[in-house]
């Protein structure tokens, strides 16, 4: 997955980006885990392309849930979620930085 967020990002194909959330948040659903680690590159990628913010929160929705599914992260699971909150209250100040 994380190959392909680095695909659309190379190729600047920002208008696959919804569908690419919708893929992730499927993915998450039907139980694949991804780690910290791997939701921050996926962020980081979106971020990079200048994602319009509603799809920028869309994908912190997927963050939060695929964080809170993942068992080694899930005691993490509220703390993930006001990560989340802040991110998308500070108008994602890290594109900008």
């Known amino acids: 997955m994380l190959a392909v967020f680095k695909l659309v ?12 959330i919708l893929l ?3 993915i998450v659903e ?3 885990v991804f780690s910290v ?5 996926m962020q980081s990628h979106l ?5 319009p913010r509603q799809q920028m929160d869309i994908f912190l929705a997927v963050k939060c849930r695929a964080l809170a599914t993942n068992p080694h992260t899930s005691e993490l699971s509220d ?3 006001a ?5 998308r209250l500070s ?7």
Do not use: W, Y
């Not at 990002?9 to 690419?20: D, F, Q, S």
């Not at 680690?37 to 590159?41: A, I, L, R």
């Open 9 to 20: 990002r190379e190729r600047g194909l920002i208008n696959t980006v919804p569908e690419l």
């Open 24 to 26: 992730t948040s499927k």
């Open 30 to 32: 039907a139980g694949c």
């Open 37 to 41: 680690d791997q939701c921050e590159v």
């Open 47 to 51: 971020q990079m392309m200048q994602v």
């Open 79 to 81: 703390l993930a979620q």
């Open 83 to 87: 990560v989340v909150r802040v991110e």
């Open 91 to 97: 108008g994602h100040s890290k594109r900008f930085t």
